[in-house]
């Protein structure tokens, strides 16, 4: 633009272009440039020996032989440092639930769907009412079904 005559100024040009000026001002400082981590070679063989030998083993057994051996105290994260520049970690096995069956979607139509199915309730000889003992969940006494329909007594065949 100035070989042209045109003389714009640094406000125009940012909004031209949509910039902030002081994104155009901005100018990072000599030490914001990241300078590679420190690694202690020593503890990084004896790290590489112990995983060599047993490779399932993590960062507290590591820490553990390492501190034992060791004649003065080794820190836990530059141990962890070492392990995390290097990708030695082991992979951890996935936690959780299993995947549910597929086609298989639980869910329920009514409150209380679940918990009632799973209630079976038997007639005793006597004529009492009496659930087994492998139910989930006890039933609340207005959901108990025993004698008549409609009753919600606990024994109605005593009465």
């Known amino acids: 633009m100035r070989e042209e005559g045109k003389i714009v100024s640094v406000a125009q040009l940012c909004r031209w272009f949509g910039v902030p000026r002081s994104t155009f001002y901005y100018r990072p400082p000599a030490d914001a440039v990241p300078k590679p981590p420190m690694v202690d070679r020593a503890l990084e063989t004896k790290i590489r020996e ?29 141990i962890h440092r070492i392990i995390k520049l290097n990708q030695w970690q082991c992979q951890r096995r996935p936690q959780g639930h299993r995947p549910r ?15 009632s199915s799973t209630a079976t309730i038997a007639r005793s000889l006597a004529g009492g009412c009496r659930a087994p003992a492998s139910r989930a969940w006890p039933l609340p006494p207005s959901r108990r079904r025993c004698g008549a329909a409609g009753s919600t007594s606990r024994h109605p065949a005593s009465s």
Do not use: C, F, Y
Not at 101 to 115: I, K, T
């Open 101 to 115: 069956a597929h086609g298989w979607v639980s869910r329920a139509s009514q409150p209380n769907e679940r918990r």
């Open 50 to 78: 112990i995983i060599d030998e047993e490779p399932a083993v993590g960062l507290r057994m590591i820490t553990a032989r390492i501190r034992r051996a060791a004649e003065e105290p080794v820190n836990k994260k530059k």
